[in-house]
């Protein structure tokens, strides 16, 4: 059974405390009155938590990460543990908040498309003279990149800048867009899009949840070109099946991609990530499904899609490996009609990513297609034994030395204070001692405190953990698996000769 110190209990092992360490009773030296200001101090600390019911609860509940929020001043002072600790996830969403609206979110994408289908099929003009080399021509057929800042203005607004350039075949294009979301509610929000490039748009797209399990997302945009106003929509409702599945209905009008209804459905688990979709319209319908194994043990993700519509059929298959906190790199390789065979790598460290779609062959051949799935392993194995892993290994070794320092340098303050915390506690034992001894009350002779080695006896023990001194050599902590001796302060706890102790420490 717990039972909780009364207020009247809190008020005297206050008084008791403050007298015990309070800096003016401990003489004019400067490490003593040190010590016994900073231990002062922790007193005066626990007793306004544990004489404030709501700062109290709050400790209970959150511990001492929760009373270092600000805004618990606000709050009304009679809430449950579960009110607390959601309260406490509210103020710190809104410390995130505010601390998000000093930064900006660069991402970014670098997109290198690769024609190498002359090593595995070449070809001639027939009117010119034939010439064979044994270097096949391999080229850059296009490049693309995208960067993007978001910029929270608010804690409503949040502003994100576009820019897009690339190049195909020597001609070149580009564009900078602007947007605005303004979040209305918890329910929704609302963006206003500006850009130029190919001629001037607007766009708007607002979003809404209508209810606890479903959401409506729709989006219209004007393009002003040369040969007029190209409007474009796309609506999407989502409803929420179960706890792993989402079902999405979408329609697209306008623009220069056609017409098109899709119907899709996505349930993504701890172990599975699974999806299928089904669109009609033009220029294509088709009906694709996608599977992805992941792996988590070993940072690994393993994904088939497969793809069949009325421009033809696509096989894809891949691997997405972690290799950091932050980054990953992935491969994939697609084969199909009319496509043929195609490689696809990617890198991404934090926002920023690059994509490098390399296209081998135009028909479906055994050969492109076993070198698109070895090469990349092979060259994954060597990377990984001669690169990856011997930095990962380094930053390893780095990080536990550095958390063995801290860790180190924080017992090191922690035995200090436990020292001079017992150093201080020694006037008054002397005097509680004495007092116990002149009426034949309680006298502790020796206490300790741990586990002693097995068949060890306490006069067993070394000077330094049984007798009256108060440090504890570090060696000795060692020796006798962090067996310490606790007389002094157990002497110091006696009252009438009575010694009572918290169930915690026992």
């Given amino acids: 059974m717990l039972l909780l110190a009364t207020p009247e209990e809190i008020n005297s092992a206050y008084r008791r405390f403050s007298r015990m360490f309070h800096p003016d009773k401990h003489g004019t030296d400067p490490s003593r009155q040190k010590w016994a200001e900073q231990i002062f101090n922790k007193v005066k600390e626990a007793y306004e938590v544990l004489s404030d019911a709501h700062k109290r609860a709050i400790y209970d509940t959150l511990g001492k990460k929760g009373l270092e929020v600000d805004g ?41 498309s690769i024609n190498a289908t002359d090593m595995f099929m070449k070809y001639y003009d027939d009117y010119e003279i034939e010439e064979v080399s044994s270097i096949p021509d391999i080229e850059v057929s296009s490049i693309t990149i995208q960067q993007s800042i978001d910029v929270p203005v608010t804690l409503a607004d949040s502003v994100t800048l576009l820019g897009n350039i690339s190049t195909q075949n020597g001609i070149g294009s580009g564009s900078v867009n602007i947007s605005n979301r303004h979040l209305n509610s918890q329910k929704g929000w609302t963006e206003v899009e500006f850009g130029i490039g190919n001629g001037p748009l607007m766009g708007l797209k607002v979003f809404r949840t209508i209810s606890r399990l479903m959401f409506l997302n729709c989006g219209t945009v004007l393009h002003f ?13 989502a409803l929420q099946l179960d706890g792993h599945s989402v079902g999405y209905l979408t329609y697209r009008a306008g623009g220069t991609g056609g017409s098109s209804m899709t119907s899709s459905y996505v349930r993504d688990s701890e172990h599975y990530h699974t999806s299928a979709a089904l669109q009609l319209g033009t220029p294509h319908s088709f009906i694709s499904i996608s599977l992805m194994r992941k792996l988590p043990e070993h940072d690994l993700k393993l994904r088939l899609a497969l793809k069949f ?24 390789v697609m084969v199909g009609i009319p496509t043929g065979v195609m490689l696809k790598l990617k890198w991404a460290y934090a926002s920023q990513t690059l994509v490098v779609p390399i296209h081998l062959s135009e028909e479906v051949m055994p050969s492109p297609v076993f070198y698109a799935t070895v090469i990349p392993l092979l060259t994954w194995v060597i990377v ?33 204070e436990a020292r001079a915390t017992v150093e201080l506690m020694k006037e008054t034992y002397i005097r509680i001692k004495n007092d116990e001894e002149k009426k034949k009350g309680l006298v502790i002779l020796k206490a300790l ?7 060890a006896k306490s006069h067993d023990l070394p000077a330094e953990a049984t007798g009256d001194s108060t440090t504890t050599q570090q060696s000795t902590l060692n020796v006798l698996a962090e067996v310490i001796d606790v007389t002094i302060p157990l002497q110091c706890l006696i009252k009438d000769s009575r010694l009572e102790l918290l169930e915690a420490s026992k």
């Fill in 72 to 112: 618990w001043e606000l709050i009304f002072r009679t809430r449950t543990p579960r009110e607390i600790r959601e309260e406490y996830e509210r103020l710190k969403r809104e410390r995130e908040e505010r601390r998000l609206q000093q930064t900006a979110n660069p991402r970014g994408t670098i997109t290198m």
């Fill in 225 to 237: 070109t040369p040969r007029g106003i190209s409007p474009t929509l796309a609506t999407t409702a």
């Fill in 309 to 332: 519509g009325t421009f033809g059929g696509i096989v894809e298959y891949g691997v997405e490996k972690k290799v950091s906190q932050q980054s990953s790199i992935s491969a994939s």
């Fill in 384 to 416: 990984k034994k001669a690169l990856i892993d011997p930095i990962a290994k380094e930053r390893r070794d780095r990080e536990r030395q550095r958390s063995k320092e801290a860790n180190y340098d924080r017992l090191q303050e922690m035995q200090r």
């Fill in 449 to 455: 405190y741990g586990k002693l080695p097995a068949g």
